[in-house]
């Protein structure tokens, strides 16, 4: 099947992703990283493009998304922007790109805005960067929020378990939440809490919730490589495999090996 699998092919925007929301609409996240990939998932009705920090993990083969850098991240998003037509396109702020001061996270944001024609930048954390997120937006750039399991944090939280669990963290989420609405932020990740918290969240603001590993919330997103089963090791109890590329690819890539070695490719159709 050919074109998007949506009725409403409009160009999603800020205005659009709130109006879905109070329409009770579904909104569909998916990373993409590359051209290609990223044409796929524009024109299969994805509504919002995230080029994620994960590029670190699932392209680099870091083993957190720390050390990839600015530059990195734009090339990415000029790749994915070029590709999506109707989505929403959202580029991670990698790590050390805002935490220092405001003015290099709204410089940092104007760059990538204007070297990769993306529609937003989302930036990890609540009240403690709200200064950054405020400046942002003041500058013009939608911003999308990230809390709960923020994986640029990694190294504070110790493990990549569930988050806020306790009634203080969980109260400290929905407090976040509520700031980022009200410096104006276009939507929020939550990422790895406890459903019933996203189910709190949700009811709390008018801009959407997106979920991952947080149960039902105005939306979902995964890690394209992971939903693809492009990675078998990575297996939490939130994802789930539409595909398994790993085999496709595994026994398409030895059946051209096998034919290489034999001789029988090329063959005679495929000379000039």
């Known amino acids: 099947m050919s074109g998007y699998l949506v009725e409403d092919t409009r160009k999603v925007t800020t205005s659009r992703l709130k109006e879905m929301k109070a329409e009770g609409k579904k909104i569909a996240m998916l990373t ?6 990223a044409k796929i998932v524009d024109e299969a009705g994805v509504d919002v493009i995230l080029i994620g920090d994960s590029a670190s993990n ?12 600015l530059d990195q991240m734009i090339y990415h998003a000029q790749s994915v ?54 400046r942002i937006i003041d500058a013009g750039i939608p911003v999308c929020g990230h809390l709960g399991l923020t994986p640029q944090s990694i190294n504070k939280f110790g493990t990549y378990a569930v988050r806020a669990k306790e009634e203080a963290e969980a109260q400290k989420l929905l ?5 980022l609405a009200e410096a104006g932020c276009c939507a929020i990740v939550v990422e790895k809490i406890p459903a019933a918290l996203t189910k709190q969240a949700v009811e709390s603001v008018d801009i959407p919730i997106i979920g991952i590993g947080g149960g039902q919330a105005d939306g979902q997103v995964l890690v394209i490589d992971d939903m693809l089963g492009k990675n078998k090791g990575f297996a939490p109890k939130f994802l789930r495999r539409y595909a398994d590329l790993h085999t496709i690819m595994t026994d398409a890539i030895g059946a051209y090996v096998s034919d290489v070695k034999s001789g029988d490719f090329p063959n005679e159709k495929e000379c000039y």
């Open 32 to 37: 993409s990283y590359d051209y290609t990939t």
């Open 58 to 69: 699932v392209m680099a083969g870091n083993l957190t998304t720390l050390p990839i850098t």
């Open 81 to 134: 922007s070029l590709a999506a037509k109707r989505a929403f396109v959202v580029c991670d702020m990698p790590f050390g790109s805002y935490q220092v001061d405001e003015k290099e996270a709204v410089r940092n944001a104007i760059r990538i805005m204007k070297e990769t024609r993306c529609d937003a930048v989302k930036i990890e954390g609540g009240i403690e960067i709200i200064d950054a997120v405020k």
């Open 175 to 179: 407090s976040d939440v509520k700031v």
